[in-house]
């Protein structure tokens, strides 16, 4: 199942993520997830796992043509020329010429100009061909508008911590109203339980019951969630068995009142940062060279 960006660029709307997984598990990770039908890889450079990302789709056998990549840019990195550089860190780890979708990862508010020309940056290496597709991570409705204010490209993707906890429908508005889509991080809720939440999506009642109805998991019913309401969801796991269940979704169909009911669970609760409290001093970190 394939998603048509705003710059016609086709992307699968289910991908595997790789976010907090050891680089020495991600290569085999990746493979495996490949080799369950994934065709989307997301990471970051701030995962410190594009090298093994690469590796993986190196050892599955797989044309790079059939596999798309996504990554995103550090905030250490921004600023025009740095954020050039920083494309060339990435292209360089993941072993490729060009990368599908390259993501600014987090708004800086405290240094916007900064956030402008790493997104300018993008723009060139899009003009250039050296990415398909450019986007933003984590962008709130009021920083993208400011965004579109001083940019010539429309971001193709916004991706974003989105579960049945936490929904953040103004986003996915906005998102909308320019024809980017939204791709959910913690597309199962994951987040609310390993950051110490009291609640955990996968022994909510409502999913589970919906679960029941279809004779599927509770992450099968979010993933099916996502996809019909017009989502990308990039699930991770390094579980082989659930890397496939994850991907086992396209052949049920959940009801509209099943889909009022995932979106009823909405808490406006964030399990991850705020994205404003995101600055240079509090996450900086440096990325290294390729």
Known sequence: M????????????????????PPDVTANSVEEALRAGYRL???AASYFNEREVGDGIRHSGLDRSEVFIETKVWISDYGYDETLHAFKKSAGKLGVDQIDLLLLHQPVPTQFDKTVEAYRALETLLSEGRVRAIGVSNFMP???AA???????????????LHPYFTQPDVQRANAAHQILTQAWSPLGGITSYRGGGRSTFDDPVIAQIAAEHGKTPAQVMLRWHLQEGRSAIPKSVNPARIA???DVFGFELTQDQLVALDGLDTGVR???EPETVTPEAFGRDIPEA
């Open 142 to 144: 009021e920083v993208l």
């Open 245 to 247: 269940a994850n991907f």
């Open 41 to 43: 890889i997301d990471t």
């Open 2 to 21: 394939n998603v048509t960006l705003n710059n016609g660029v086709e992307m699968p709307a289910l991908g595997f993520g790789v976010f907090q997984t």
């Open 271 to 273: 399990g991850g940062p």
């Open 147 to 161: 965004l579109l204010d001083r940019s010539s490209v429309i971001p193709a993707v916004n991706q974003v911590e």
